[in-house]
């Protein structure tokens, strides 16, 4: 158990499944102050990246400076973590780590939008379907703190954030009276 007084909250997902969304909500509705790190944002503008892959529209992040560069921020507790791939952080530094879940034709059409390359497109729906990231967050985290969650509808969406919000007050009862 870590000293935090609020908890590091990761929410993964494949990209498109709304992992923004609901750390934008998530953030909006909290009782207690959350800071929303949109992952791959930080990454762009702090230039924690090697190159930007041109075939695969992606950066090649380096890892190591993000995570030293995190590190910090996470310490003092209160962030949600918003990012496809939750695996290079460490075990230590979550409470929850949310997997956000969606039908892969919905996926399909919500990538599509973006205008993203075929290729990529395809490549992300297959992870979806294979649950990739799901697979990566069990391997990863204790079961107990890995929650699978359906973000299909905005009704999905705001009961996920009432969940994720009944959780924080539950783990902060738990700290005060284990203390
Ligand atoms: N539960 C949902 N119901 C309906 N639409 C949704 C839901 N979640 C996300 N969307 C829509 O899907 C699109 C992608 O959402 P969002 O940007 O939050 O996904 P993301 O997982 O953060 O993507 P990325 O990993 O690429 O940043 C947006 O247009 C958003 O409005």
Same mark, same amino acid.
């Given at each position: 158990m870590t000293d935090r007084t609020s908890p590091v909250i990761i929410i993964t997902g %494949? #990209? $498109? %499944? $709304?992992k923004s969304s609901h750390a934008h909500l998530l953030a909006e509705e909290s009782s207690i102050p959350l800071q929303h790190i949109n992952v791959g944002d930080f990454v762009k503008e702090k230039g924690l990246?090697?190159? +930007?892959d041109e075939e695969w529209q992606s950066y090649n992040v380096d890892e190591d400076q993000l995570l030293d560069e995190l590190e910090p921020l996470v310490a003092k507790g209160g962030v949600i973590l918003d990012w496809?791939?939750? =695996?290079? +952080? #460490? =075990?230590?530094?979550?409470d929850l780590v949310v997997v956000l879940r969606c039908d892969h034709s919905k996926l399909w059409e919500r990538l599509e939008k973006r205008s993203y390359p075929l290729k990529k497109i395809q490549e992300n729906n297959e992870a979806e379907i294979m649950q990739v990231v799901l697979e990566e967050a069990r391997a990863s985290y204790a079961q107990e703190i890995v929650v699978e969650l359906k973000s299909e509808s905005m009704e999905d969406m705001e009961s996920n954030v009432q969940r994720i919000i009944e959780w924080i007050k539950s783990w902060q009862s738990q700290r005060t009276s284990s203390s």
């Open positions: %494949t #990209p $498109g %499944t $709304g990246y090697d190159n +930007f496809h791939s939750c =695996e290079v +952080f #460490p =075990e230590r530094w979550a």
